[in-house]
């Protein structure tokens, strides 16, 4: 089974920038989806990008422009590029694989493997 461990977290004040790594111990196929979810204490999880069966990027409207997702070389490493941090961007940041319809990408449910998450906590 495909394992995940994400790198990067960290202290940063607002307006600064992050780069999260996850690597994956091996490839998965064109087919899968990776995606980055955030988990913010008393809140529920929630989406934050996604690379779409190794074709298109999508992003959660709350991180569009300012987080950048991509694929690394090797392939089995994806990057979430975080800039002009906000306070609210603070959380366990995780990355997951599964094969969700393009409808659902969004819902945590339909990815099967998950990494062990990195905190990410913006100071005002």
């Known amino acids: 089974q495909v394992q995940l461990v994400e790198s990067g977290g960290g202290l940063v004040q607002a307006g600064g920038s992050l780069r999260l790594s996850c690597v994956a111990s091996e490839n998965t196929s064109n087919d899968y989806t990776v995606a980055w979810f955030r988990q913010a204490p008393g809140k529920e999880r929630e989406f934050v990008s996604a690379?779409?069966?190794?074709?298109?990027?999508y992003y959660a409207d709350s991180v569009k422009g300012r987080f950048t997702m991509s694929r690394g070389n090797p392939r089995n490493t994806v990057y979430l590029q975080m800039d002009t941090l906000k306070p609210e961007d603070t959380a366990v940041y995780y990355c997951a694989t599964g094969r969700p319809i393009l409808s659902a990408i969004r819902n945590p449910p339909m990815y099967y493997t998950w990494g062990q998450g990195t905190q990410v906590t913006v100071s005002s």
């Open positions: 690379i779409f069966r190794s074709t298109r990027t």
